[in-house]
């Protein structure tokens, strides 16, 4: 009765223009109307005839003419063919125990890891500066600085962000592209077989219902053999720290590559920080 009072009340107080109650027995029957029955002079069922509206005080009573004639009983179905129904019944019971597909990208595995060593950046700001250091290396060849730079203000002229954000954020940009720009790491990519850029993949996780879906930075080749590579705009003072809690993302790529190209082995797998050209190699 408590629950049915406070359903009335908030229907009484929340409907703009009209409150439709569809009941199947007598308003006396129920405890919220009966209270309201005597301010509302609702009628009873034998004050009416069936099927005529009758409005009293704002409250209009329609009285819907009802045969018992028609109901349905347990004889009546007896003659009903119910064999699809056990057969719905039984189709939805077959799919209820098929195992749901579950997805996850390789870097859910970062979410696993303790947070990185000695970042001093806030993290929107980080977050922010390497989505835009990775959108501008995409389509960059590794041959003019001046390139980068220029591609890095276009796209940061995209975004659409308060004047001193943006501000921050170009000057975070600036520092970690010169960092790459003036590191060892930019002449050692260049003279690599780039084989990709943001290659996507999509695989069988570690049991059969699991997908796992992503896209892997930097895909090439050296005289040693392939490389998957992961550029990072960390800003950390352990790199090889930094480094270790993506192995499980490396890990993944490794293998989408390894039955992408049906490699005799897993190829070798990479953290590039950006910030000061640090090539970190994961071994195991």
Do not use: C
Not at 52 to 77: C, F, K, M
Not at 210 to 236: R, S
Request: net charge negative.
């Amino acid at each position: 009765m408590a629950e049915g009072k406070r359903l009335m009340y908030v229907a009484t107080t929340r409907a703009k223009d009209h409150l439709v109650v569809l009941l199947n027995q007598k308003p006396e029957k129920i405890p919220f109307l009966a209270a309201a029955q005597p301010e509302w002079d609702l009628a009873e069922g034998g004050d009416v005839e069936p099927g005529t509206n009758l409005e009293r005080h704002g409250v209009q009573q329609r009285w819907i003419n009802y045969d018992p004639a028609t109901r349905v009983t347990t004889e009546s179905l007896s003659n009903f063919d119910v064999s699809p129904v056990y057969r719905y019944r039984e189709a939805k019971k077959q799919v209820s125990q098929i195992p749901r597909l579950t997805f996850r990208t390789p870097s859910e595995h970062e979410q696993e890891q303790v947070e990185r060593t000695g970042s001093k950046t806030r993290p929107e700001l980080a977050k922010r500066a390497g989505v835009l250091v990775h959108a501008t290396l995409e389509s960059w060849d590794y041959a003019s600085p001046e390139d980068l730079r220029k591609q890095s203000l276009r796209l940061l002229d995209q975004v659409r962000i308060s004047a001193i954000l943006r501000d921050e954020l170009k000057s975070e940009v600036d520092r970690i592209l010169s960092g790459f720009l003036e590191s060892d790491l930019l002449s050692h990519l260049s003279r690599q077989n780039i084989l990709g850029r943001e290659v996507p993949l999509i695989m069988q996780g570690t049991t059969p219902e699991e997908t796992v879906h992503g896209y892997i930075d930097l895909v090439y080749e050296d005289k040693e053999g392939y490389v998957v590579a992961d550029f990072k705009t960390d800003d950390t003072n352990n790199p090889k720290e930094t480094a270790e809690a993506y192995r499980s993302q490396l890990t993944d790529y490794a293998h989408a590559l390894k039955k992408a190209l049906k490699l005799p082995a897993l190829p070798r797998r990479e953290v590039l920080f950006l910030r000061t050209g640090e090539r970190i190699r994961l071994s195991g």
